[in-house]
């Protein structure tokens, strides 16, 4: 019979067991993802895609209308993933290959004012960079494709005596193809740039000593053909996120059988950046189109993450990337998913080992999640601005005594409308990162205001504002954390990984050390005093 009061050993919980059950079981996977799959973290590594439209309006005054473009094409440095027509029924419109070019038209017999055009592709692009042999030099003859580039045009005057000075008060006319290259350049790169409208021709750029992309290109080329080297123009614009009104051009240059690009009013020697799209080649104007017609266009980019194309075809083995992109989810959605529990164990760390107080152990993550479109500066304040209206409705309408249900209610159209009007008046200001702050979750939004009221009437300002503050500063933490391009490609490429976070969760789950905030509160209590002796 067993006496009263016995205690009943309890027995300690294999958590050792577990962690080391977890990490081994992610590492395992890991190894044989690497050995027998072959996996690389290079090949994880996402490409940005441009998603561009053009949209152009005019008015047509009830006539014949007649609008030419040029669209991009595929080529060594730039894939056109998708490409859609969006003019409304009513407009013809074509497209065929013209010389190097591919060119668009549309067409109306009877266009109204304000009519619109509008035309949407999507394009992967890719960095180049050309290492030219410092050895080659200029050859005694070109192709025959290639002769016709070292002739003048109308408006590149290679035989003008100005331009015979010029190159050779530069040093262009003697040496190497590399170091005639490098005058040319030198010399174009180095003019003023100011942007003028319309056509300016290489000798007026000369002239001028100052020039817009276009003169400064034609410059280029001019002197190029002059010393010998094939060279033409290059249209297209840079992609950028937002909205663009502007083109640009550059050069080309032909060194042993390569168009090798040159761009003098951003300084690019023998290389392009990924973000540069080719719509034309050629002096020619982007739009051509009927006179009188009160034309404008604008060019609206988009850029969004997608798998690379090495992805599909070697990871075939818990291919999380690959399976996303054929249900046409996006990457936000599985990079959220992803690093959602890595921002997680952020949260404890700094509340449980650090002690950081915050509304709630998963909202500083969810709320990070989502400032990855603001960014974090504009993320904070956007939090800050939201939680502080709304709790401050909140308690406006405390005062008439409202069941609780109902007051949460209230609480989540104040954030809606705080969301949409901080969006509204960021787009209207400029201020385009604020203006994402609708994609903020509205829930988790509510809930730190509902806390943040709560602590407010309970507790008073100062705890409450400490709480506000400390969930601001965890969520920078998580956002570091979870914008890490090197953690997000570890995790895409072996998600299995995240079982190691659970073993750092399941450790700090019986964590009963001391808190860094309470050691740094009572150290003078911890430490002994000096001498050695306890107090």
Request: glycine content about 6%; aromatic content about 10%; overall charge positive.
């Amino acid at each position: 019979m067993t006496g009263v009061g016995r205690a009943v050993p309890q027995k300690s919980p294999p958590v050792r067991l577990v962690m080391v059950a977890l990490v081994g079981v992610a590492l395992a996977v890991v190894a044989v993802k690497l050995s027998a799959f072959q996996y690389s973290l290079a090949e994880v590594l996402p490409r940005t895609q441009y998603d561009v439209t053009l949209h152009a309006e005019l008015d047509g005054h009830d006539g014949e209308v007649r609008v030419r473009t040029f669209l991009p094409q595929s080529d060594a440095r730039q894939v056109v993933m998708t490409e859609q027509n969006l003019t409304a029924a009513g407009v013809s419109f074509s497209s065929e290959a013209v010389g190097l070019n591919r060119v668009a038209t549309w067409e109306q017999s009877s266009a109204q004012d304000g009519q619109s055009l509008a035309y949407r592709f999507s394009v992967l692009a890719t960095p180049v960079r050309y290492q030219i042999d410092p050895g080659l030099r200029v050859p005694d003859t070109y192709p025959a494709s290639v002769r016709g580039y070292l002739a003048a045009e109308e408006h590149i005057q290679v035989d003008a005596p100005e331009i015979a000075r010029t190159a050779e008060s530069a040093g262009a006319d003697h040496g190497t193809i590399l170091e005639r290259l490098q005058a040319v350049f030198a010399l174009t790169s180095g003019m003023k740039q100011r942007p003028f409208k319309g056509t300016t021709d290489a000798l007026t750029a000369l002239r001028l000593g100052e020039a817009s992309c276009n003169g400064k290109s034609r410059l280029f080329v001019a002197l190029a053909r002059r010393v010998g080297v094939p060279a033409r123009l290059v249209g297209g614009f840079v992609m950028e996120p937002g909205v663009k009104r502007t083109t640009h051009q550059w050069a080309e240059a032909y060194v042993a059988g390569h168009w090798i690009p040159f761009d003098s009013t951003n300084h690019h020697f023998a290389e392009l950046p990924e973000r540069y799209l080719t719509l034309y080649t050629g002096d020619e104007a982007l739009f051509r189109h009927t006179s009188d017609i009160n034309f404008k266009y604008r060019f609206e980019t988009e850029t969004v993450l997608v798998p690379s194309p090495k992805v599909k075809s070697t990871f075939r083995f818990f291919n999380v990337w690959s399976l996303f992109d054929r249900l046409g989810l996006s990457f936000m959605l599985l990079r959220t998913l992803l690093m959602l529990p890595v921002g997680a164990l952020v949260v404890v760390l700094f509340r449980n080992v650090i002690g950081v107080p915050t509304f709630g152990t998963f909202l500083p993550a969810l709320i990070a999640a989502s400032a990855g479109e603001t960014g974090l500066w504009w993320g904070l304040l956007a939090v800050l601005i939201v939680v502080v209206v709304a709790a401050t409705v909140r308690r406006a309408f405390h005062r008439l005594q409202l069941l609780h249900s109902p007051s949460l209610a209230i609480l989540l159209a104040a954030v809606a409308v705080t969301l949409l009007t901080t969006a509204l008046v960021s787009d209207a200001v400029g201020a385009r990162k604020l203006a994402y702050v609708s994609v903020f979750p509205v829930a988790v939004l509510a809930i730190s205001a509902e806390r943040f009221f709560l602590e407010l009437t309970e507790k008073g300002a100062r705890p409450a504002f400490k709480s506000l503050l400390g969930t601001l500063f965890v969520m920078a933490a998580c956002w570091a954390v979870m914008n890490s391009l090197a953690l997000q490609v570890l995790l895409i490429g072996f998600p299995e990984l995240l079982l190691i976070v659970v073993a750092v969760d399941v450790y700090l789950g019986r964590w009963i050390g001391v808190r860094l905030s309470e050691y740094l509160r009572f150290k003078r209590i911890l430490l002994p005093r000096a001498g050695g002796a306890a107090p």
